[in-house]
């Protein structure tokens, strides 16, 4: 019903189970599980393993919009089964239907039946639905399927709500935000740099770290040389000065 998310979730669990399956025919436990997207760049080096501390502290990106992003993680191997486990994903309060790209008219009792559903399934699906687990969460308006969605449906806030079913929350240390500039790549070969915004960053975050005019900038540049290399029309990815904003005393 959900097939982004889901699939999304899905495909990182099996990717996941291939890494446990090697460990089981070798015989051996990885220190470290790396969690990175293959449309993803970043703006700077990753520091090496010997500067990270395996002590169930999981390490994310700061320059994301939301707390706990799920573009990039370097995990503790104690820490990967909770990161990836699709039985914890579908704990009660944790995973609901609604999120952005989400047509809330597919979840109507109509639609549900011409699915094959019977009404015992559409009772439970229908309950999953993320504006009513989840009413205090905001909501935004689709215009393109003309059905509102809720927030906690971002895969992001699903994966935080995850990690805190078991302990995990920046607050507590356990998640450490990252000095890490990135952005993804999506077809047709459109740059999110934008999330280097500064009015996209963690709000809180904002005060703390480097990402400004010269980081959001130097992001379309490299993206720029990265077409030209390949030899893609560079004329797709323009530097859009909508996107540059003054530095003012908190960026």
Known sequence: LDSRRYSMFYCRYIAYKMMLNIENKLNITYDWVVHARLDAGWAE?????????NNKIIYVPDTWMVDVPDTFAILPRSTSDIFYSLDYLLLPGILCLGGPNLDLTTLTTKSLQMKGYNDTKIQLI???????LFPEDYTMNDANTNSVWSSAGISEIILRRKLHRFGYEIGLDNIQ???LSMFLVRYPYNPICFYLKTTYLISWVKVKQAANTALLSSCFIMMYDMFR?????????????SYIEPLDNDT
């Open 177 to 179: 935000l990252v000095p």
């Open 229 to 241: 290399y390949n030899h893609i029309n560079s004329s797709i990815c323009q530097i859009n000065s």
């Open 45 to 53: 080096p990753i520091k090496p393993c010997h500067k990270w501390t």
């Open 126 to 132: 229908q309950h999953e639905n993320c504006l009513t």
